[in-house]
């Protein structure tokens, strides 16, 4: 296997491209060659161990998922467009689970939520979801904190707050991109019979804007967690190289693990109902493993430019 690593390192599409990365300069990296951040990325991955903590922020995640869900499906059917987010609901489900018998339940239990509001469930789905997802978001704080190498020292009570405001702006991000999907057929029609385009190229064209829309929410909800879950004392742009990145990353994993599901996973034929919950389960273990990659690249950006700014500091003096 060395041998073979070998002469692909040494081959001359690799080595021209590693000798040009060492001149490539990407914007967000703060003047530092992409050889240079990638060499300091890679030590990161491989002194971290990224397997263990996405393995410690997916538990805390699927531990959240009900309560998270009870709150939401008791919410949403007070919306004025809960029948298209019911719609849209019905839809990912159909995606991401191959098995009939499994969205059969899944659709029927949202049918029970959305058509028979339980007015009673509200306050304590909120209590128990504000405490799990929380608890979720302090797994991927405590996650991050272990790449720092010179990270604050929140006492416990603060650390728990920043985890609850992070979690009602993700809430809240997610209630929006939910609105933004469900209420777009309405507010399109609505656009194009006031601005009286009929073409049909160009309707469709205006349709898929909102995607830019619904992209742009998920990268928020990235850089916010990357912004202020890390304990440290300066806190990074908004938008940052890791952000993009997992944003990107996510999106390609998710459709593409939709399509597999969909086409090629054999979990349907030899667990039935249980190959659903696995296939969540596993979405859940690579996303969580994107974001630490993400959250990586900023550090080792971070990282590389101070030790940088420190020799150019010593070779003046």
């Not at 080595?15 to 001149?23: A, G, H, N």
């Not at 650390?159 to 997610?174: E, H, P, Q, S, Y």
């Amino acid at each position: 296997m060395r041998k073979i690593e070998r002469i692909i390192l040494e081959s001359k599409p690799v080595t021209s491209f590693r000798e040009k990365s060492k001149q490539l300069i990407i914007p967000g990296f703060q003047g530092l060659p992409l050889y240079e951040v990638w060499h300091f990325f890679i030590g990161q991955i491989k002194r971290e161990g990224l397997n263990t903590r996405a393995a410690a922020i997916s538990f805390n995640i699927i531990m959240a998922i009900p309560a998270a869900c009870l709150f939401l499906f008791t919410l949403v059917p007070y919306f004025p467009v809960s029948k298209s987010i019911h719609n849209e609901l019905i839809g990912v489900i159909a995606n991401i689970s191959p098995n009939e018998d499994t969205r059969k339940v899944i659709a029927d239990f949202l049918d029970d939520f959305f058509n028979k509001p339980k007015t009673g469930l509200l306050s304590i789905g909120f209590m128990l979801a504000l405490f799990y997802t929380s608890n979720a978001m302090m797994g991927i704080i405590r996650s991050f904190d272990r790449s720092l190498l010179d990270r604050a020292k929140p006492k416990f009570l603060g650390k728990r707050l920043r985890a609850i405001k992070l979690t009602i702006i993700l809430v809240i991000l997610f209630i929006g991109t939910a609105i933004i999907s469900a209420g777009q057929g309405v507010l399109f029609n609505y656009i194009m019979e006031k601005l009286g385009i009929e073409n049909d190229n160009t309707k469709y064209l205006i349709q898929s804007l909102r995607w830019l829309v619904v992209v742009a929410l998920f990268l928020y909800a990235v850089a916010f967690i990357y912004k202020f879950a890390p304990s440290v004392q300066k806190r990074w742009k908004l938008l940052s190289p890791g952000a993009v990145l997992a944003t990107l990353l996510m999106i390609l994993a998710t459709w593409l693990f939709s399509l597999w599901a969909q086409n090629f996973s054999n979990y349907n034929k030899f667990y039935g109902s249980i190959g659903s919950l696995l296939i969540i389960m596993t979405l859940i273990f690579i996303n969580a493993l994107i974001l630490l990659i993400g959250y990586e690249l900023n550090v080792s950006i971070t990282y590389l430019k101070r030790h940088t700014d420190k020799l150019k500091l010593k070779k003046k003096q």
